[in-house]
């Protein structure tokens, strides 16, 4: 699915189904991050979602990470760097929107 919205002139197009994979990508890496309640903070490099976490060991392994289409993990203490890609702005969006939305749960 498509949506097209209107911005001065110009017709933007923006793929729903990019939108919704990101979403996605970003609730099964809060689950396997080990939830809401986890996470500290997040920030991004180009290629990282860099997330500080509580509790290391309630982290999932690497594996699963790939699992859900991410290129790995990498653990330093508490923080936790997930490799995504060059898509990593957008997901880290999406990310921050459902700490948001959680919180006010």
Do not use: W, Y
């Not at 097209?4 to 923006?14: A, P």
Request: glycine share 8%; proline share 2%; net charge negative.
């Amino acid at each position: 699915e498509i949506g097209v919205r209107l911005v001065g002139s110009e017709m933007c197009i923006r793929d729903r189904s990019k939108d919704d994979e990101r979403l996605v990508l970003a609730e099964n890496i809060l689950d396997l991050l080990g939830g809401t309640d986890n996470i500290i903070d997040v920030t991004n490099c180009a290629t990282r979602l860099r997330v500080n976490v509580k509790d290391k060991s309630v982290v999932a392994p690497e594996a699963s990470f790939k699992a859900i289409g991410t290129h790995g993990l990498v653990v330093q203490g508490q923080s936790i760097q997930v490799i995504i890609g060059l898509n990593v702005p957008q997901v880290r969006e999406k990310f921050e929107s459902l700490l948001k939305f959680e919180s006010l749960l």
